[in-house]
């Protein structure tokens, strides 16, 4: 046997294949706490994640006027604002934003207005991609805001990757095949938690496959 010092064997570690970007707007709290409880799932289903806020466009005196709304501002200081770099890095997208008279809010339709560069130059094409909503009511535009995000998707070519009624937790939460969409002022409990945390599980093991 040789007196030699054995070197370690090389430790390597395996990067996921996902890159997820997760991309929320929100103004009262409740798209931030749905966006981290994605994140904190998305990390457990092995995906490396960036979460991403899009820019404030309002006023700052609107904002400022509002207690809660610029409470909500100061609390996100630290997440990054989204950029197309972002969006060109990440195989998969989740994308979660209030309801607005039926349509996402404007600030997430203005980040959207920023990618045609990459969308013109293919970089978001053949991507999964999911969306959830709030509204202040069950029909308050909950269905038709997701709808019109995935309308947006389809031009980008990507793949919508809707959580279906693949899960119990999907009726538990009100049966909305399209994505998770959460009544504001409602608690995030258990089924709640259950029904995020489900759909983003399956957008990323569904990116791991196309990206095997």
């Not at 990459?118 to 029909?139: D, E, I, R, Y």
């Not at 959460?182 to 990323?204: M, P, W, Y």
Request: hydrophobic residues 45%; proline residues 5%; negative net charge.
């Amino acid at each position: 046997m040789s007196d030699q010092p054995q070197t370690p064997a090389p430790q390597t570690t395996e990067k996921s294949p996902v890159k997820l970007a997760i991309v929320f707007y929100s103004s009262y709290s409740t798209n931030l706490q749905m966006a981290q409880i994605a994140a904190e799932a998305a990390r457990a289903a092995g995906a490396e994640l960036r979460l991403l806020r899009v820019a404030e466009t309002a006023p700052e005196a609107v904002v400022a006027g509002q207690e809660a709304w610029k409470k909500t501002l100061d609390s996100m200081a630290d997440i990054p604002v989204a950029t197309p770099a972002d969006m060109e890095w990440a195989n998969a997208y989740l994308f979660s934003s209030p309801t607005r008279f039926g349509q996402a809010a404007a600030q997430m339709r203005a980040f959207i207005d920023t990618l045609g560069g990459v969308w013109f130059q293919g970089k978001l094409a053949n991507k999964p991609v999911s969306a959830m909503t709030s509204a202040q009511n069950v029909h308050g535009g909950q269905e038709a805001t997701i709808l019109g995000l995935y309308t947006t998707f389809l031009h980008w070519g990507a793949i919508i990757a809707a959580p279906g009624f693949t899960d119990g937790s999907i009726f538990a939460t009100g049966g909305n095949p399209y994505g998770y969409s959460h009544t504001q002022g409602k608690d995030f409990g258990e089924n709640e938690r259950a029904a995020i945390s489900h759909q983003v599980t399956r957008l990323v093991e569904i990116a791991a496959k196309l990206a095997a």
